[in-house]
């Protein structure tokens, strides 16, 4: 990403970059359900996401019941997020899938935007 080199000011810089990073023109939304005792549930298989956006640098989960959520591989740590943390959001960090575990007792719905 190349900064605007019209600015002189670093603060203007780092200002553009983030702005950029924002400025999506494609995005996905997946609406869809997570069984309880699910481990690993593969976004990408069970929505088709990361289609139109193949890297997604900012996510948006909401959920009505606690999930685990990893990001890129299940076997990396897992985020607990509940339906009072809804919604979680995340940005500047370049996902290809996301992994859901659902141990709440009860269905999840989840909506997940991505950008």
């Known amino acids: 990403m190349a900064v605007n080199p019209n600015l ?17 023109t494609v995005y996905e939304n997946h609406e869809y359900t997570v ?13 088709g996401a990361f289609v ?5 640098n900012y996510v948006s989960i909401r959920t009505d019941q606690t999930i685990t959520v ?15 943390d809804s919604p ?7 996902i290809t899938n996301i992994y859901i575990t659902n141990a709440a007792g009860n ?3 989840i909506k997940i935007l991505l950008m």
């Not at 139109?52 to 997604?56: Q, S």
């Not at 990893?70 to 009072?84: D, H, L, M, R």
């Open 35 to 47: 069984a309880n005792g699910q481990t690993d549930n593969a976004l990408s298989a069970q929505t």
């Open 52 to 56: 139109t956006v193949l890297v997604a």
């Open 70 to 84: 990893e990001f890129n591989s299940a076997s990396n740590n897992g985020i607990t997020v509940t339906s009072t």
């Open 88 to 94: 979680f959001e995340c940005d500047r960090l370049e």
């Open 8 to 24: 002189t000011n670093s603060h203007h810089n780092q200002r553009e970059i983030a702005n950029m990073r924002y400025s999506a």
């Open 107 to 109: 269905t999840a719905n």
